[in-house]
């Protein structure tokens, strides 16, 4: 089918650019300028070359080990976060109801943690950890655990982990959901003539077709967890000690805290690099499954 | 008024250099069009993908020249114009 080209069409895409100039392309060019220079007093900036760079790459400097502390910690919570929230978000989908009043019923109540903006997650969750009238803490303090997420490295953890496992996990679900409500009949009646078992079923049935939402699902969140910043913020602090201090968190503490533009600069640029590189990778895998579905 | 910015010629140089070469891809999409390459990269790949992995390959050579400690940066920039030449040709 021939399609009617015309790149006047672009025209309506400029005041997006305008937009974007002005919200992100303007501030990034000046992160790249403070990344280079330091800073004196009001607005005296000095040439200081690479020099941000190569501390910041080098674990031997204060800033360098601080960076790849955090780096380090933000991949782990990526990481285990994405293993409890896939899993778990497909196992859900397998069990929500496919037809009758009940469905609209369970999506709702599935999607309401994300609808509940990430600082009032975090401080419900502030309240809800505490030992003494806090739900959550309070009946692990009652079962004996030691859990304590202000001063327990381990409980803060897994505090922050759950959070973002209880928030999320129903974005996984729902995107689930539709993938395996996209599945025709068809399929079903061929495995059951077949005489598949569930579990063959879902490992070749229903998974493959799962295969691009969860692309989805895992860009999504991993580039959410990998940007986390409000819940450790609000609940831990970034503590105890740095035990919580994810990127961003460390980033703004440098940035706004010790006002080091040099270091906070030449850090984004990093990070944000490395978003980059993940966003492309992802993107070109989901591309290419696109079109070799195609041929 | 771009006081704030904190402009040197240095970084204002990098990003015309960056504009430019936007420029340059995108009159070389409507005058020349082209077709996807499929090379050594395992995927179809047009002049804008090959220049994006170059840029995106040149800063990770310029970090692990630095995380190795390396000396003057014309090195790396060797490399990297290098390694673009190669995207451009193989890619």
């Known amino acids: 089918m021939d399609k009617p080209l015309n790149n006047r069409a672009w025209l309506l895409v400029a005041p997006v650019l305008l937009f974007v100039l002005f919200s992100a392309l303007l501030p990034m060019m000046t992160v790249v300028n403070y990344s280079v220079q330091d800073q004196m007093g009001e607005n005296h900036f000095f040439w200081n070359g690479d020099a941000w760079f190569r501390d910041l790459l080098n674990p031997a400097t204060e800033v360098g080990a601080r960076f ?14 994405l293993l409890i929230e896939v899993p778990l978000g497909i196992a859900v989908a397998l069990c929500l109801p496919r037809k009758g009043w009940t469905v609209g019923a369970t999506l709702v109540v599935i999607a309401l943690p994300m ?13 809800f950890a505490r030992q003494d009238i ?10 004996g655990l030691h859990y304590n997420d202000t001063q327990d490295p381990v409980s803060a953890w897994c505090t922050i982990v759950i959070i973002d496992v209880w928030h999320w996990t129903p974005l996984v679900v729902l995107l689930s959901y539709a993938g395996l409500r996209a599945i025709p009949d068809a399929f079903y009646q061929a495995a059951r003539i077949d005489g598949a078992g569930r579990w063959a079923v879902f490992i070749n049935i229903e998974l493959p077709k799962l295969h691009k939402v969860l692309v989805i699902a895992i860009l999504l969140r991993f580039m959410q967890t990998f940007m986390i910043y409000t819940e450790p913020f609000v609940v831990t602090g970034g503590g105890p000690g740095n035990a919580t201090t994810f990127l961003s968190i460390d980033l703004v503490k440098i940035a706004l805290g010790q006002v080091d533009l040099g270091n906070a600069a030449s850090m984004s640029l990093i990070y944000n690099l490395i978003t980059i590189t993940l966003s492309w990778i992802f993107f070109t895998i989901m591309t290419q499954l696109d079109r070799r579905r195609e041929e | 008024m771009l006081a704030w910015m904190a402009w040197t010629w240095e970084t204002a140089l990098f990003f015309c250099l960056i504009g430019l070469a936007l420029v340059v891809l995108t009159s070389l999409a409507v005058f020349r069009p082209e077709t996807p390459r499929n090379g050594i990269l395992g995927f179809p790949t047009m002049r804008g993908d090959r220049f994006f992995v170059s840029m995106l390959g040149a800063a990770y050579i310029f970090i692990a020249w630095m995380w190795f400690g390396g000396g003057s940066l014309w ?3 060797a490399i990297a114009a290098t390694f673009g030449v190669a995207m451009f040709a193989f890619a």
Do not use: D, E, K, M
């Open chain 2, 75 to 77: 090195y790396p920039l």
């Open chain 1, 134 to 143: 806090g739900l959550f803490g309070a009946a692990l303090t009652g079962l």
């Open chain 1, 115 to 127: 609808l509940i903006p990430w600082n009032v997650v975090g401080t419900i969750w502030q309240i």
């Open chain 1, 68 to 81: 790849a502390g955090a780096l380090v910690r933000n991949l782990a919570f990526s990481v285990t976060a």
